[in-house]
Every structure is written in C-alpha cells, then in structure tokens.
C-alpha cells in the first residue's frame, strides 16, 4: 500500500484518487503520527489490470492438454 504525507496529497490529489480508482488499491495518508486511508466505495476487478502476455508458453499449449505428470510424481502419501 502507498503512503503519502498530508502536503504531498495535497499536491497530488487528482492523481492520486484517479490511482486508487485505476488501481483499486488503497492510498494511506500519514498525518503527523495518524494514518487515514483512501479506498474505493466498489471493488475493483482484479483482472483488469492483468498483463496479456503472449509468450509465456513456448511451445504448443494443446499439447498441455494431454501432459501426464504420474511417471514423473509418487503420489504415496504416509
């Protein structure tokens, strides 16, 4: 969570509530020795802000369908 002092928020606002609207997470301000905190009204949806990200499977992800770990793992539990 980003902690910000009272001059900077003052400062920043407008930028700062748009992050927390963008973001979803909440904006802590600390005032002398007191934290308040910033946080959205609705959730946000947490996969809004996932990276699409082509090249994490390299290769064929069909063949990932038919991948079979039981050779390669002992299930015997004690």
Do not use: C, H
């Amino acid at each position: 969570m980003k902690t910000v002092s009272a001059t900077e928020l003052r400062a920043n606002i407008y930028q700062l509530l748009d992050e927390v609207l963008r973001s979803g997470l909440p904006i802590e301000v600390k005032r002398g020795e007191r934290k308040l905190r910033i946080v959205p009204v609705e959730k946000a949806d947490k996969f809004q802000n996932l990276v699409y990200r082509p090249d994490v499977i390299q290769g064929d992800p069909e063949e990932l369908v038919t991948l079979s770990w039981e050779a390669e793992v002992s299930l015997d539990l004690p």
